[in-house]
């Protein structure tokens, strides 16, 4: 009922915190090059991390003090508090060289605070076209940057991973456009548009990403029979076109194409190739946290543990040395080292719990901001990433409470 007396032109509060939190990720970079550019000029320059600094502040100083619903306010600023406090003790109680103050004040600024985002917004009050129109201004935005940098030597596939999973939600939400809307042409154009420049990037994560997404939405609006039909009809239909001599000669003539112009034909090769299941690298770094967890199934180790355990780890597989340490890129196997099988299996099956519940008992309408959140903050990290720097995460966390409170209360 709110929504349809709010005026169509105008941006919510609500509107707002999600505009912020899918698509400012996307084009801060642009922005930010913008400002210095500026500032230059009179002699001023600060890091793209105060800037984001600066931005999130004042969104989160903005949602607090224009928040209506006390009792959510406070609940969700004692769990950022606990949050904070968790990180505070680790900070103090490790020794190690990854958890330096930058990192916490990162983890404080741009990731614990989207939580508070995430709690404070309530989706029922969301406008579904101004988030689909501010997502097709997003995706043209970042094509643009793209082909003006695509002859750059300097961008890496790890660049490529990092730049899809910021475009993702952008393709999400046109997507979801073709589930509610009426009229679906031009989200069918961009929709294929956006697809295809996600798989430009070569990486594999974000294109599962989608189909999970697509798989989530169809069961959302068709129940479970239905849905496990189409989806099975989808996935024979598509294995068979793609088995096909003729596809496939096709496909190889594509991914030559793709990399004539400077993009990465990476994941239709590896499709062509059988190898999308191959780990990438990622067994040396699984194995190695295994063994030690393996010994030592009940020690609570903290935050960023994984990164410590593969410090100087050499994967001769792939010629790859980890100087710094990495992370787990495995959600599963990073709670696991970082807090021990006990506390770490409580809290993987806390979240299971809370991610199946909001899935199933959030309404059909605006289910697409559930899923996407599902779906970039979660399915994600079981691929790559880690928890400890996914502001999705944090702002899926965040909308469970919201929606948990919010039920207790129209109780």
């Known amino acids: 009922m709110y929504a349809k007396t709010e005026s169509k032109n105008r941006i919510t509060k609500d509107t707002f915190i999600l505009l912020m939190g899918l698509f400012y990720p996307a084009i801060h970079n642009y922005i930010w090059r913008i400002i210095v550019a500026i500032t ?19 969104v989160i100083g903005y949602i607090v003090l224009t928040s209506r619903k006390p009792t959510i306010s406070v609940k969700a600023l004692m769990i950022s508090l606990l949050f904070i406090s968790i990180t505070l003790l680790c900070f103090v109680l490790t020794d190690y060289e ?76 046109i997507f979801s ?8 042409k031009l989200a069918i154009v961009f929709s294929v548009i956006g697809t295809f420049f996600l798989l430009l990037q070569g990486t594999r994560g974000p294109l599962l990403c989608l189909a999970c997404f697509v798989c989530l ?25 793609i088995s096909s001599p003729v596809v496939q000669l096709k496909l190889v003539e594509l991914t030559e194409k793709i990399d004539s112009v400077g993009y990465s034909s990476r994941f239709i090769t590896m499709m062509l190739e059988g190898e999308l299941s191959d780990s990438n690298g990622r067994e040396a770094i699984q194995e190695t946290l295994l063994e030690e967890i393996k010994d030592n199934p009940f020690q609570i180790r903290g935050m960023f543990a994984d990164r410590q355990a593969t410090r100087g780890l050499v994967d001769t597989d792939y010629n790859n040395k980890y100087e710094k340490g990495t992370y787990a890129h495995s959600l599963w196997i990073e709670i696991i080292y970082d807090w021990g099988v006990l506390f770490g299996g409580i809290i993987l099956i806390a979240l299971f719990f809370v991610v199946c519940k909001i899935v199933v008992k959030s309404d059909s309408d605006d289910a697409y901001i559930v899923i996407l959140f599902v779906c970039t903050g979660f399915i994600h990290l079981f691929l790559s990433g880690s928890y400890l720097q996914s502001a999705p995460f944090y702002f899926l966390m965040g909308i469970a409470v919201n929606y948990q409170i919010r039920n207790k209360l129209n109780a």
């Not at 600060?46 to 931005?55: L, S």
């Not at 930058?102 to 988030?131: C, D, P």
């Not at 069961?219 to 076109?241: D, E, H, N, P, R």
């Open 177 to 184: 456009w073709l589930f509610t809307a009426q009229k679906k």
């Open 98 to 173: 990854y958890f330096s103050v930058s990192v916490l004040f990162a983890l404080l600024i741009g990731t614990f605070s989207f939580f508070i985002q995430g709690s404070f917004v309530n989706i029922k009050r969301v406008s579904h076209k101004q988030l689909y129109i501010a997502a097709i201004i997003t995706l043209i935005i970042s094509i643009l940057y793209s082909v003006y940098s695509v002859d750059s030597k300097e961008i890496s596939l790890e660049d490529n991973m990092d730049f899809a999973y910021k475009v993702l939600p952008s393709v999400l939400i």
């Open 40 to 58: 230059g000029s009179v002699g001023f320059y600060f890091t793209i991390e105060t800037f984001d600094a600066i931005v999130w502040i004042l």
């Open 217 to 241: 939405m169809i069961y959302k609006k068709q129940g479970m029979g239905k849905s496990f039909f189409k989806v099975g009809a989808i996935t024979l239909v598509t294995v068979l076109m």
